[in-house]
């Protein structure tokens, strides 16, 4: 019993220790719900992202290898190509408010909608810190401490997302996000993609750092030609409503 009395600090201090910045992600996220990005989205991303941390930290429960940090860091890309899609769709917002929210009938198939994917991605991208302290965490666990601490984090998911929920809603928060957030936010999710590649030391490897560009280039030139699509498109429609 003293064993678990131990286990439960230990498991509320290593969480908040490595999911503090979590907070301003899901502030960011939050910020922007519209009938595209619903709450839920988030929410289902945020426990999807880190069941994928739990997972990718057991073997250290189990005494298995785990894949490389560096590795891990390549995530990285992934925010940096969000923050550089929101800087390029530019004023799509408005198109984005007239799409059909989704119902509530739908909500098994939106928690692998993209935007729950892209909220994991972001999620796990953010998380080497996590791995680096849950894993030793989880090696010196029994299975009655790593029920508990596991149950732990699972909890402080939901605690978390409910205080950034309501930072939101806060209206000194709310007004800033408002005025500022649309175009802070693209350089936010960057500034967290380039932290994350520089704190997991990806970029001190000459293959990951190929791989890196080459991907990066990939999606932006996707994101370009996606763009050029969607120009195109607006601009047909424009002419037809004349």
Sequence with gaps: MSGLVTTIPTGVTAFCATNLDDILVLLVFFSQVNSSLRRRHIVAGQ???????ILASLPGFFGSLISPRPWI??????????????????????LEESEPE????????????????GVAAVTFANGGDNIG?????????TWPSL????????????????VAYKLTQTKAIADLLTSYGNNLIPFVLIGLGVLILLDSQTLLDPTLTVIALLVSSFALMSLSKNNEQFSELTESTTQLDK
């Design 133 to 141: 302290i849950y894993v030793p965490l989880f090696a010196n666990s």
């Design 73 to 94: 860091g390549l995530l990285g890309i992934v925010p940096i190509v969000i923050g550089i899609s929101r800087l390029l769709e530019g004023q799509t917002g408005d």
């Design 147 to 162: 029920l508990v601490i596991v149950g732990e984090f699972f909890l402080l998911v939901g605690i978390w997302c409910y």
């Design 47 to 53: 426990y999807l992202g880190f069941t994928i941390l």
């Design 102 to 117: 989704i119902t509530s009938e739908s909500s098994f198939l939106s928690f692998l909608s993209p935007q729950t994917c």
